[in-house]
């Protein structure tokens, strides 16, 4: 295999664990990001066992699972009648199956040290705008039109709002996205410690807690308080004094009032908007998409992180494979076609029951899925999907989707 020279743009998730792989598989790389001093953005994420097996491969594992927290079960009750309607236990598969919830600052330094320790040269303060094929290199430019170097393959990991991707990307921007903050682990005796909570009243309003370790090991633990929230009224919840959105808060779900007492201003909150779009084919000549710049999604099902990370897997073994690059390009994308299909069209289907106006939806989702999700085969369907193994995530490429030795 001819080593290739190979731009990685953007240090996110997919960005720096396809650095690291290619880096390890001989090619000459080099990332670009548009910050200073790369930085994640963001509150913290459940890293899936599909998620941990990449990070298995790439020697982060036990480093990822001493800084984060254990996930064991994914928990959920409809308000006020505290009905469970979504109970999701990872145990349905068999023994030492859990996913791992990270602060997103945590997971960033993990993979930006080891791209480091590997000498792999990071550019920062490079805002990337443009590509420009030709022949057999395509030439990189940033926002004001300089041309950065040409490069055998461009590696696309800007996120969901690329602009190499965004000429071919149908975006749906989705109605619904969060309010998000890191906050101190609330006190152990009201929440479950190992487990994703939520709670909702119909679909329109939903508040959770995740707990996201630490960011370094002697750091205090933490956890991620989310509210969903419309998009068109989020100025009219920055008018609103944050002791009212208290109120609502501890009006949905009495114990939340120990993990908000902290927040005392709208700055301590971040609002995530979602987008929803699948990119046809995700290469083209010189050019690939990865992560969330190849598809993107609201991330009621937990598997953004876990995506980026399989792609820059999949990428990486594609890579390997004999061909023309293009041909190595679409193997990448067969690779992970079923897979990323699947997700999408689940992530489609399901953020409604959670996230929208609807009142037929919740109460579907009360009266009908989740007496079907509590059935011994139901449990395990979840299980499945919430782990990202209802497919093969790599397609024919075998992999070891992460399983702690029971
Ligand atoms: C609030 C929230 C909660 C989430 N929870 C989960 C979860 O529980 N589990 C999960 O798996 N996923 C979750 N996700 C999704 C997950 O965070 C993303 O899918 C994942 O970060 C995608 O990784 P990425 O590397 O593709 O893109 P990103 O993480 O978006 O990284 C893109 C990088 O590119 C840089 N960049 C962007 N534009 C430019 C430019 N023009 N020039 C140079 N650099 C640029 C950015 O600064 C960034 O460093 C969540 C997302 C959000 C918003």
């Given at each position: 295999?001819?080593?290739?020279?190979?731009?990685?743009?953007?240090?996110?998730?997919?960005?720096?664990?396809?650095?690291?792989?290619?880096?390890?598989?001989?090619?000459?790389?080099?990332?670009?990001?548009?910050?200073?001093?790369?930085?994640?953005?963001?509150?913290?994420?459940?890293?899936?066992?599909?998620?941990?097996?990449?990070?298995?491969?790439?020697?982060?594992?036990?480093?990822?699972?001493?800084?984060?927290?254990?996930?064991?079960?994914?928990?959920?009750?409809?308000?006020?009648?505290?009905?469970?309607?979504?109970?999701?236990?990872?145990?349905?598969?068999?023994?030492?199956?859990?996913?791992?919830?990270?602060?997103?600052?945590?997971?960033?330094?993990?993979?930006?040290?080891?791209?480091?320790?590997?000498?792999?040269?990071?550019?920062?303060?490079?805002?990337?705008?443009?590509?420009?094929?030709?022949?057999?290199?395509?030439?990189?430019?940033?926002?004001?039109?300089?041309?950065?170097?040409?490069?055998?393959?461009?590696?696309?990991?800007?996120?969901?709002?690329?602009?190499?991707?965004?000429?071919?990307?149908?975006?749906?921007?989705?109605?619904?996205?969060?309010?998000?903050?890191?906050?101190?682990?609330?006190?152990?005796?009201?929440?479950?410690?190992?487990?994703?909570?939520?709670?909702?009243?119909?679909?329109?309003?939903?508040?959770?807690?995740?707990?996201?370790?630490?960011?370094?090991?002697?750091?205090?633990?933490?956890?991620?308080?989310?509210?969903?929230?419309?998009?068109?009224?989020?100025?009219?919840?920055?008018?609103?004094?944050?002791?009212?959105?208290?109120?609502?808060?501890?009006?949905?779900?009495?114990?939340?009032?120990?993990?908000?007492?902290?927040?005392?201003?709208?700055?301590?909150?971040?609002?995530?908007?979602?987008?929803?779009?699948?990119?046809?084919?995700?290469?083209?000549?010189?050019?690939?998409?990865?992560?969330?710049?190849?598809?993107?999604?609201?991330?009621?099902?937990?598997?953004?992180?876990?995506?980026?990370?399989?792609?820059?897997?999949?990428?990486?073994?594609?890579?390997?494979?004999?061909?023309?690059?293009?041909?190595?390009?679409?193997?990448?994308?067969?690779?992970?076609?079923?897979h990323v299909r699947l997700f999408q069209a689940a992530s489609a289907m399901f953020t409604p029951f959670y996230q929208s106006d609807s009142q037929v939806l919740p109460f579907v989702r009360d009266w009908l899925a989740a007496p079907i999700s509590r059935l011994p085969i139901g449990d395990m369907v979840l299980a499945r999907l919430v782990a990202g193994m209802t497919v093969a995530p790599l397609g024919s490429s075998p992999f070891k989707v992460y399983r702690e030795s029971t």
């Amino acid at each position: 295999m001819r080593p290739l020279d190979i731009a990685v743009c953007g240090c996110g998730p997919a960005g720096l664990a396809s650095a690291l792989l290619l880096h390890r598989d001989g090619h000459r790389v080099r990332i670009f990001e548009r910050f200073e001093s790369p930085r994640p953005v963001g509150s913290g994420l459940i890293v899936q066992p599909t998620g941990l097996g990449v990070l298995a491969e790439l020697g982060l594992c036990d480093a990822a699972q001493a800084l984060g927290a254990r996930i064991d079960r994914l928990f959920g009750r409809v308000m006020p009648s505290g009905r469970v309607v979504l109970d999701v236990r990872y145990s349905a598969l068999g023994g030492g199956w859990h996913g791992v919830a990270l602060q997103r600052t945590a997971l960033f330094a993990l993979l930006h040290r080891a791209a480091q320790d590997a000498g792999i040269g990071i550019d920062p303060g490079v805002e990337i705008a443009a590509v420009e094929p030709g022949g057999e290199q395509t030439a990189l430019k940033d926002m004001s039109g300089r041309r950065l170097g040409s490069f055998d393959l461009v590696v696309d990991a800007l996120g969901a709002r690329s602009p190499l991707a965004a000429p071919r990307v149908r975006r749906k921007v989705l109605p619904y996205g969060a309010l998000w903050a890191n906050i101190p682990w609330p006190p152990e005796a009201a929440f479950n410690a190992n487990a994703l909570e939520q709670r909702y009243f119909r679909a329109s309003r939903m508040a959770g807690l995740l707990p996201i370790g630490g960011s370094g090991p002697d750091q205090p633990r933490l956890a991620a308080f989310f509210w969903s929230l419309r998009r068109d009224r989020f100025p009219a919840w920055r008018a609103r004094p944050i002791s009212e959105w208290k109120r609502d808060v501890e009006q949905l779900w009495p114990e939340a009032a120990a993990a908000t007492q902290g927040i005392t201003d709208h700055d301590q909150l971040v609002f995530a908007q979602y987008d929803h779009f699948t990119l046809q084919t995700p290469c083209s000549d010189g050019l690939v998409h990865i992560g969330d710049a190849g598809r993107s999604t609201s991330p009621q099902l937990g598997q953004g992180a876990n995506m980026a990370l399989l792609d820059a897997l999949a990428l990486a073994r594609a890579l390997q494979s004999e061909g023309t690059l293009m041909e190595r390009l679409l193997r990448y994308k067969s690779l992970r076609f079923w897979h990323v299909r699947l997700f999408q069209a689940a992530s489609a289907m399901f953020t409604p029951f959670y996230q929208s106006d609807s009142q037929v939806l919740p109460f579907v989702r009360d009266w009908l899925a989740a007496p079907i999700s509590r059935l011994p085969i139901g449990d395990m369907v979840l299980a499945r999907l919430v782990a990202g193994m209802t497919v093969a995530p790599l397609g024919s490429s075998p992999f070891k989707v992460y399983r702690e030795s029971t």
